[in-house]
């Protein structure tokens, strides 16, 4: 029942819930984000940077002149390509 540009109650209800959880779910998604930091991912780096751990072994470039490293594969043959193709 509309007159004149007035809303139903039960419409205009609605739209104010629909407000009102929508802000509830972006503080929502945010704590679990932060939660997420704080318990996974902040104690692990934590971990690692007192242990001194280098997980991309960047700590000899500086010393080094390069960053090439030989590939772990085998030689190329031609048994391997008829495999492969």
């Known amino acids: 029942?509309?007159?004149g540009g007035t809303t139903a109650l039960p419409?205009?209800?609605l739209n104010g819930?629909?407000?009102?959880a929508g802000r509830f779910g972006t503080?929502?998604?945010l704590m679990i984000?932060?939660?997420?930091?704080?318990?996974?991912?902040?104690?692990?780096g934590l971990g690692i940077a007192i242990c001194r751990g280098d997980l991309l072994a960047?700590?000899?470039l500086?010393?080094?002149?390069?960053?090439?490293?030989e590939a772990d594969s085998a030689k190329p043959d031609l048994e391997?390509?008829?495999l492969l193709s």
Not at 17 to 20: N, P
Not at 62 to 69: N, P, R
């Open 1 to 3: 029942m509309t007159d």
């Open 11 to 13: 419409r205009r209800l």
């Open 17 to 20: 819930w629909l407000a009102i």
């Open 27 to 29: 503080v929502q998604t």
């Open 33 to 44: 984000l932060v939660l997420t930091y704080a318990m996974l991912i902040g104690p692990v």
């Open 58 to 60: 960047k700590r000899g």
């Open 62 to 69: 500086k010393h080094a002149g390069s960053a090439w490293q």
């Open 80 to 82: 391997r390509a008829k």
